[in-house]
Nanobody, 123 residues
Framework: VQLVESGGGSVEVGGPLTLSCVAS????????MAWFRQAPGREREGVGA???????TYAGSVKGRFAISHDNAKNTLYLQMNSLRPEDTAMYYC???????????????????WGRGTQVTVS
């Protein structure tokens, strides 16, 4: 499985941005997927995750502002980001695990497949 993120860029404070992650090799509907981010000098952190049944979970810092979704027909995972803040500036990564994750869905160690990331800058 290969993951390729896109949609990053520079955006003004308060603006929206939508990231995409295309998974090659198989339908993403059978997997657990998530978005992570890493700012310079900081550890990678989970942003949001979606499981096989479509259930989502979010980090507290983005809850109510970000929404994760997937389109099985397009093998694509999305992260819709609204009301962006300077502290949202980071490299955003897509992650996939070909199994149902029962807990800690925002934990880095739960995912074996990662994209290379797309940069988001909010200023």
């Amino acid at each position: 499985v290969q993951l390729v993120e896109s949609g990053g860029g520079s955006v003004e404070v308060g603006g929206p941005l939508t990231l995409s992650c295309v998974a090659s090799g198989d339908t993403i509907g059978r997997y657990s997927m998530a978005w992570f981010r890493q700012a310079p000098g900081r550890e990678r952190e989970g942003v949001g995750a979606i499981n096989l049944g479509g259930s989502t979970t979010y980090a507290g810092s983005v809850k109510g502002r970000f929404a994760i979704s997937h389109d099985n027909a397009k093998n694509t995972l999305y992260l819709q980001m609204n009301s962006l803040r300077p502290e949202d500036t980071a490299m955003y990564y897509c992650a996939l695990q070909p199994a149902y994750i029962l807990s800690d869905r925002l934990s880095i160690g739960k995912y074996n497949f990662w994209g290379r990331g797309t940069q988001v800058t909010v200023s």
